[in-house]
């Protein structure tokens, strides 16, 4: 599946009926498009999996499509969230035909998707961004001029740290060795969607931005952003897929403090290693990653602990359960900034 979750095949899905799948949620993490990291963090898998959970049952009961069907307990059994006495780390799922753009010769051709209608992966992933902190992308795009600021909504420059009247919707490739951002024209182009069907596609975006909002705000967070991931299931419907809402899809901070895997990413920024990876990305973009010599170095066992915590710590919250033995996100968060201001003083 990739470098965070596997995914086991219970029954394949056909060109007419949805199949089913267990989303088996590890402990390992991936930052920069590198895949998985030398190290873990203890039981991010099952927070991730509890929290993602929390969203689709909450989304579902608001009326959203989802493909989430449940998470197995310890005996095999798909239950609801709610009747589970301990964590789970595996996840139901319904599963839909992934059709992979045709690589030729260092670009996409995505023509099959002009024929089909039901029962596969859109290959999209849509972004929100209630926030554009120091540092986005976006800011980075406007410079280059890969993006204009109509064609995000805007009709000045933001600042960084810039809070947004509206959120942004933005758009990028889902199926791509690199991901590459697009124009929402490119998107509907390459999907096979049709104008009515992208206009539901950032209705549903924005309303499950409200809603991961106003759960991030009740435990203290900001949802600063996000990625959704959607598929058109057997009834030709769009339907919210892979997961959501967790500290891996969404951008979350806690009084500015990143409460999100964007602190491996802290770590790592500037290092060797990430400078190598850069440079590799900018000379070839399918191939890059052969052309990065070294590896990442694990992370400082403090840092990782914090992280672990961190996980932890929002399932609880969101959740209103102790499923996971940690202190409350506050203190945790707390014992982060005094680890990156160590780290700093180090660096």
Request: glycine letters at 8%; hydrophobic letters at 40%; proline letters at 5%.
């Amino acid at each position: 599946m990739g470098s965070v979750k596997d995914l086991t095949v219970i029954n394949a899905p056909s060109e007419t009926q949805a199949g089913l799948g267990r989303f088996a949620f590890s402990d390992r993490y991936s930052v920069f498009d590198w895949g998985e990291m030398p190290d873990h963090i203890d039981g991010k898998g099952a927070a991730l999996c509890v929290i993602g959970a929390h969203f689709f049952e909450l989304l579902a009961r608001e009326g959203v499509p989802v493909h989430y069907r449940g998470l197995f307990d310890g005996d095999g059994r798909i239950k609801r969230l709610g009747e589970l006495t301990a964590p789970s780390c595996d996840m139901a799922v319904s599963l839909y035909r992934v059709l992979r753009p045709a690589e030729r010769d260092g670009s996409y051709d995505y023509a099959r998707y002009a024929d089909v209608n039901n029962n596969y992966l859109v290959p999209l992933e849509v972004i929100y961004r209630n926030r554009l902190p120091e540092g986005a992308s976006v800011f980075a795009r406007l410079r280059e001029g890969t993006v204009t600021l109509a064609e995000l909504g805007l009709t000045e420059m933001p600042a960084p740290g810039a809070i947004l009247d509206r959120p942004i919707l933005d758009v990028s490739t889902k199926l791509e060795v690199t991901d590459r951002y697009i124009t929402w024209p490119e998107a509907q182009a390459i999907s096979g969607l049709l104008d009515g069907e992208m206009d539901t596609l950032r209705g549903l975006t924005l309303r499950i931005n409200e809603t991961i909002t106003r759960e991030a705000e009740r435990i203290g967070l900001a949802n600063e952003d996000g990625k959704i991931e959607f598929a058109i299931d057997e009834h030709a419907r769009l339907t919210v897929v892979d997961v959501l809402g967790t500290p891996d899809e969404c951008r979350f901070t806690w009084n500015g403090l990143h409460v999100s895997k964007e602190l491996a990413r802290v770590f790592y920024r500037g290092s060797a290693w990430h400078a190598a990876v850069e440079r590799a990305k900018r000379e070839d973009r399918i191939n890059w990653k052969s052309r990065v010599d070294g590896a990442p170095a694990p992370l400082p066992a403090p840092l990782a602990r914090n992280l672990s915590h961190m996980y932890q710590a929002v399932a609880n919250g969101l959740t209103g359960r102790d499923f996971f033995p940690v202190p409350p996100l506050a203190e945790v968060m707390k014992q982060v900034a005094l680890e990156l201001g160590a780290l700093r003083r180090e660096g």
